[in-house]
């Protein structure tokens, strides 16, 4: 089964960035598309951002389009979300998510496309 771990959280300032990791391990990562989500305890699970398995087609929601960049390296088995200009409502813990490009058309922002998750990593935004 495929494992995921996700890295790169932290304590941040507003205005800051963080560059957030999501390794694979045993099996090969370009046989996924990724996505990355969030959650704030009490609220439901925010869709972020998506990308192919060859990094050519990526999605973003509306609210952090233009702040966040995901992009991936195959040959290091590891999915990248570069998250910039942040603000305390970027407070979350982010979760990276992976299914077989065999089974999916398109990149996708719903967690119910999903099958394997890591365990989070937290950012914190705060002065």
């Known amino acids: 089964q495929l494992q995921l771990v996700e890295s790169g959280g932290g304590l941040v300032q507003p205005g800051g960035s963080l560059r957030l990791s999501c390794a694979a391990s045993k099996f090969k990562l370009g046989d996924y598309f990724i996505g990355w989500f969030r959650q704030v305890p009490g609220k439901e699970r925010e869709g972020l951002s998506a990308i192919s398995r060859t990094g050519l087609s990526t999605s973003y929601a509306e609210s952090v389009k233009g702040r966040f960049t995901i992009s991936r390296d195959n040959a290091k088995n590891t999915v990248y979300l570069e998250v910039n200009s942040l603000t305390p409502e970027d407070t979350a813990v982010y979760y990276c998510?992976?299914?077989?490009?065999?089974?999916?058309?398109?990149?996708?922002?719903?967690?119910?496309?999903?099958?394997?998750w890591g365990q989070g990593t937290q950012v914190t935004v705060s002065s």
């Open positions: 998510a992976a299914k077989r490009a065999l089974f999916m058309s398109s990149v996708s922002l719903s967690e119910g496309q999903y099958d394997y």
